[in-house]
């Protein structure tokens, strides 16, 4: 059966490391026309563990996001298994040996496929989940003036000492499995697979979540049928993939390059896009706080808390919780109705 995307044949790519990522390619899916302006773009990256497929899940419940008036497009991540990954990558850098990749190259690449294959002039909106909300946040940062507005939900323009901790985590348990062998794995090391998924799932909600059996709700009468369910969940995806993602995602920092040589607070003050910053408030690894600091140097951010006890899950398409979208449609329709005041 065909692919339901597209691909972006990059050729070979200078990374921000000084390697090369030969061959490299980009996934992609759009809904929707661009218009003859060629800046109605809408642009939703992907989150750690997702691919265009689960951002269709906004899409069916977000009715802002509507493709009779938006051109939509949906890149995979370097490293989910779609776009260039250490999976899908041949010799000599595939599995282990597949080149660290930032949040950076990431949209570098974006870029280069929107302006050269798409032919996208202005982005009205770049927002997502989690790693998508942070590209949301690079995007801003690394081409200010494309970005008309951003919308990161669950994110965070710079990963915390507090969630480096916990990826190290769920890192440790995945390779520590025997069969992990450095990466160089002849069958997928699923005893590791399992520990990552089953680590992961106590970080991913709240504690108030699971003291008021909220799991129930996905399903699950038991907090250990939802750790399963994780397990199985991970089964599927390749080791190697994840930890590229991984690594790019602790290497998440806006700032990071040779235009702002790590000066945090200028890089955040050089996104000139409208932003509304949705952090949950039981989110274990992008805390409110660390949104908050975000905010008091962005020149147009609002700060919009959404109070749920379903922690960094509350915005999951598919088992999110059920008001979340009727918020994150609200957030979307005034960024992009102060977009189009701006615009006339």
């Known amino acids: 059966m065909a692919p339901d995307y597209e691909t972006f044949e990059l050729g070979d790519v200078t990374l921000q490391s000084g390697a090369t990522l030969p061959a490299a390619r980009l996934a992609y899916k ?13 642009l939703m990256p992907t989150f750690y563990t997702g691919t265009h497929v689960r951002n269709e899940g906004y899409l069916e419940r977000v009715p802002a996001l509507d493709p009779a008036r938006w051109f939509i497009v949906s890149v995979n991540m370097f490293g989910n298994g779609l776009s260039s990954s250490p999976s899908n990558t041949p010799p000599p850098c595939d599995g282990p040996r597949f080149p660290t990749v930032t949040l ?11 302006g050269q294959a798409l032919g996208v002039k202005r982005i009205a909106l770049v927002l997502g989940w989690s790693m998508a909300g942070c590209q949301s946040y690079q995007w801003g940062a690394q081409y200010p003036d494309m970005v008309d507005a951003i919308l990161p939900f669950c994110a965070a323009a710079r990963t915390s000492p507090h969630n480096q901790v916990f990826l190290e985590g769920v890192k440790a348990a995945l390779t520590a499995d025997a069969a992990f062998a450095g990466g160089d794995y002849t069958q997928p090391p ?15 909600y709240s504690q108030t979540f699971y003291r008021e059996r909220l799991h129930r709700a996905l399903g699950f009468e038991t907090w250990e049928e939802l750790l ?12 190697n993939d994840l930890l590229a993602k991984l690594r790019t995602w602790q290497l998440g920092d806006i700032s990071a390059n040779e235009t702002y040589r790590g000066d945090f607070e200028r890089a955040l003050g050089a996104i000139r896009a409208q932003a509304i910053l949705v952090p949950c408030t039981t989110d274990l690894y992008f805390p409110t706080e660390d949104n908050a600091i975000e905010a008091r140097h962005m020149p147009n951010a609002d700060l919009w808390p959404y109070v749920s006890p379903w922690g960094h899950c509350v915005a999951s398409p598919g088992r999110e919780d059920s008001d979340f979208m009727r918020f994150l449609d609200s957030c979307i329709t005034r960024l992009l109705a102060e977009r189009d005041s701006s615009t006339q």
């Open 30 to 42: 759009t809904w929707g026309s661009l218009n003859a302006q060629a800046d109605n773009a809408i």
């Open 104 to 114: 950076f190259d990431n949209v570098a690449c974006q870029h280069r496929l929107l």
């Open 190 to 204: 699923e005893a590791g697979l399992r520990a990552f998924g089953r680590v992961y799932a106590g970080w991913a």
């Open 228 to 239: 399963l369910d994780w397990e199985q969940d991970h089964l599927g995806w390749d080791a």
